[in-house]
């Protein structure tokens, strides 16, 4: 038996009736007011589909030191946004190139891109899997 293996995709485990679908679930932690450039270059590469939320978050940055009427406070929780997109396999690479291109400024916290293999993806509306939801 080989191990190496993730069960969510291999064929064993799944239903009679499924298929294994090539579907990645690419997450990306951005500076907030790099978001009208990475929306931007998303669309001219023709992704149009995300989801974007509010993340705290620390890296190499550290945080930094305020004083506040008189009291030092240590803010090591940066503010972040996180975009979640799924792709099907031949637009990972357009998506990243993308996410680099509207979030770079070349300092340190411009954020990180996590590309994730996703086991299944299903529109609710249509009951469609894999690469026909995504698209």
Do not use: W
Not at 46 to 67: D, H, P, R, W
């Amino acid at each position: 038996m080989n191990m190496g293996l993730n069960p969510m995709l291999d064929s064993r485990y799944l239903l009679p009736n499924e298929r294994r679908y090539v579907v990645k679930l690419i997450i990306a932690l951005i500076q907030p007011h790099k978001l009208p450039d990475v929306k931007k270059a998303l669309f001219d590469a023709k992704i149009y589909k995300m989801t974007v939320t509010n993340a705290l978050g620390c890296g190499q940055q550290k945080g930094f030191t305020e004083t506040f009427r008189g009291v030092v406070h240590e803010v090591n929780l940066l503010k972040k946004l996180r975009l979640e997109i799924a792709v099907n396999d031949e637009f990972v690479e357009p998506t990243i190139e993308a996410i680099i291109k509207g979030a770079r400024t070349g300092n340190i916290g411009d954020g990180k891109i996590f590309v994730l293999d996703m086991a299944q993806c299903i529109r609710i509306r249509t009951g469609e899997r894999g690469s026909e939801a995504i698209g």
